[in-house]
């Protein structure tokens, strides 16, 4: 079974400044998904970053960026600049590749404050 | 284009109860999936369904159930309510395999 590992609990980061929230993963599949979500204060699930593991190039949107590693089963999310409207729980997921397959495997989470 | 819609938002039950929540996919959308979220237990997958079938199943007991209807939306039941079923409950939804999975704001339900 895959198993995701976010060790942060908590982070926080002066506005304007950098952050990057840590993620390791556990599988023996070859292909799969890396996603981060963002839970506000309202609980609904944002999604903010994906990667294809076959995709050897790091995923960006906008001010968010990942650096992930396959081998060693690690997918960090950079934020740069960071915003006040960025606080929130942010959740790394797993998710198999294989057809049919549409569950998601979260990690526990990590509390990020943006300190103005 | 409207987003995964959940109903109700907040609900209380008493334990023994049964409660049965409801999940509008994103139009277009054929899956749809149900995670708990508990501040103990973090984010739970409780099952998936696609086209009116479960496509798969997390590791809860028998008293939590789902259907899906043929225009997609979803509806899941908890019978016999325990004080630690109290959680957030979370519908997602997607086109299919691949592609991204969205969420709803989700359903807040209270065992008293």
């Known amino acids: 079974a895959q198993t995701v590992t976010q060790s942060q609990p908590e982070m926080s980061v002066q506005e304007a400044e950098t952050v990057t929230l840590s993620c390791t993963y556990d599988?023996?599949?070859?292909?799969?998904?890396l996603f981060w979500y963002k839970q506000p204060p309202s609980r609904q699930m944002i999604l903010v970053i994906r990667?294809?593991?076959?995709?050897?190039q790091n995923a960006t949107e906008n001010r968010f960026s990942v650096n992930f590693q396959k081998a060693a089963k690690s997918f960090s999310l950079k934020i740069s600049d960071s915003q006040l409207g960025d606080a929130a729980m942010y959740f790394c997921?797993?998710?198999?590749?294989?057809?049919?397959?549409?569950?998601?495997?979260f990690g526990q989470g990590t509390r990020l404050t943006i300190n103005p | 284009k409207a987003g995964v819609t959940q109903t109700p938002r907040y609900l209380i039950k008493t334990r023994g109860q049964q409660v049965t929540l409801s999940c509008s996919p994103i139009?277009?959308?054929?899956?749809v999936s149900w995670y708990q979220q508990t501040p103990g237990q973090g984010l739970q997958f409780l099952f998936e369904?696609?086209?009116?079938?479960?496509?798969n199943k997390g590791n809860f007991p028998g008293r939590f159930s789902g259907r899906q209807f043929s225009n997609s939306r979803s509806e899941m039941n908890v019978s016999t309510l325990e004080l630690g079923d109290s959680a957030l409950y979370l519908c997602?939804?997607?086109?299919?395999?691949?592609?991204?999975?969205?969420f709803g704001e989700g359903s807040w339900l209270t065992v008293v």
């Open positions: 997602a939804s997607s086109w299919d395999s691949g592609n991204t999975i969205y």
């Open positions: 599988t023996s599949e070859s292909d799969y998904y």
């Open positions: 990667q294809e593991a076959y995709k050897q």
């Open positions: 997921a797993y998710r198999s590749i294989i057809q049919g397959a549409q569950k998601l495997v």
């Open positions: 139009s277009g959308h054929r899956s």
């Open positions: 369904y696609f086209s009116e079938t479960q496509r």
